[in-house]
């Protein structure tokens, strides 16, 4: 059992988070991407404790709960959530702001069409994104198109400084050696999204050359479904983000889905999401600066999980990216997600498609 003296106090690790929810709460370590369920009781007494007199803290315990008290002390400790010190001042808060003013784009998604897809057009597109310094590009690839249309997005991109990117191909042209090929020659390319695959699986690309130690370059994601606007918004326990405390502190402090988001469909026509069909003009005719500075664009940016019913009584509020695309209530901005299965009332995830209260939120997009 972990031992204090009478000035000890506790301090919770600067990597370590708890949020409550409406029946319980998560302690995350997101160095360590540790994550255990605890009590609401015992959230409360962790905010208790973080930089007070470890013995102040326990006289103001009921008699019988003490040996507990103990107890849970030694899990955090003995599990590196947190460590016992004098010198509280030594280790001081690390801010829950988000420190991104310099940063005018965070991601950009391109819709390709082969039908309306432009050599030229495309590369001013991306000199755009370029000259925002945008990071982080996503391709959604609409239409059936040949390895050498691709390979010139690809040629395009690495031109630039964009240091991610993810292609979503809406029909398979190669087979999976060729996608091996394509992310080993392509550094900024990390992620394919193959849909209308037999079955679903993930295939991970691994530096095998002779001489190199064996890292990983990147994800072939195999999907059984169609990629088209109704495919986003899927909200699973597996697809939350435990390992990045920035990304806690984006979800705390914006949306998560939309903040500093801009979309160019296959049209031209730039929008928030391609699953919103409110669109702010055609790229060629508009400045995308005074778009992503325009107060109607930005608004669903800044919708926060604390701010959405039902989310806001969620543990997991600040794991989860959101969608505003679908929602329970389409005519509610602050309505929960459409396709998140998950009660923080029951604490249980269930097939969000056959729950009937549902149903018309379904038609009402179906239609």
């Known amino acids: 059992m972990v031992k204090y003296l009478k000035s000890h106090k506790f301090v ?3 990597s370590c988070k708890v949020v409550k929810g409406a029946k319980r709460s998560v302690l995350i370590d997101y160095q360590r991407t540790d994550v255990r369920i605890i009590s609401n009781d015992y959230a409360n007494l962790i ?68 039908n309306r897809y432009n050599r030229s057009d495309f590369k001013e597109i991306i000199r755009k994104f370029d000259n925002l310094q945008c990071q982080s590009i ?19 991109i690495s031109k630039t400084s964009i240091s991610y990117l993810e292609i979503h191909i809406s029909e ?76 806690h502190n984006l979800l705390k402090n914006h949306n998560g889905c939309l903040y500093k988001k801009l979309t160019i469909d296959s049209y031209g026509n730039i929008k928030n999401c391609p699953s919103i069909n409110t669109h702010f003009g055609h790229h060629s005719k508009i400045d995308i600066r ?25 543990e997991f509020r600040y794991n989860c990216t959101d969608c505003r695309a679908f929602t329970e209530d389409p005519e509610n901005l602050y309505s929960k997600p459409l396709k998140c299965g998950y009660s923080p009332y029951t604490n249980k995830w269930e097939d969000w498609s056959k729950n009937p209260l549902k149903s018309t939120a379904i038609e009402y997009y179906e239609s």
């Open 172 to 247: 398979n042209i190669e087979d999976e050696g060729y996608y091996h090929n394509l992310i080993n020659n392509n550094p900024k390319l990390t992620e394919v999204f193959l849909y209308g695959s037999i079955e679903s699986k993930t295939v991970e690309v691994i530096n095998k050359k002779k001489g190199h130690h064996q890292i990983s370059l990147g994800n072939i994601h195999f999907k059984t479904s169609l990629l088209n606007e109704s495919i986003c918004g899927v909200i699973n326990f597996k697809d939350l983000t435990f390992g990045e405390l920035n990304m």
């Open 138 to 156: 996503q391709v959604r690839i609409l239409s059936k198109i040949s390895s050498k249309l691709l390979n010139e997005v690809l040629n395009i």
């Open 12 to 14: 919770l690790s600067s």
């Open 290 to 314: 005074n778009v992503l500075i325009d107060k109607k664009f930005k608004s669903l940016g800044a919708i926060k999980k604390d701010e959405i019913e039902i989310c806001k009584d969620c």
């Open 47 to 114: 905010e208790q404790l973080d930089r007070q007199v470890i013995l102040s803290v326990k006289k103001s315990i009921d008699t019988n709960s003490k040996e507990q008290f103990d107890k849970f002390l030694n899990f955090l400790v003995s599990n590196e959530f947190g460590f016992i010190t004098k010198e509280v001042d030594l280790y001081p808060k690390i801010s829950d702001e988000v420190f991104d003013d310099n940063i005018t784009l965070l991601d950009g998604i391109i819709e390709i069409h082969k």
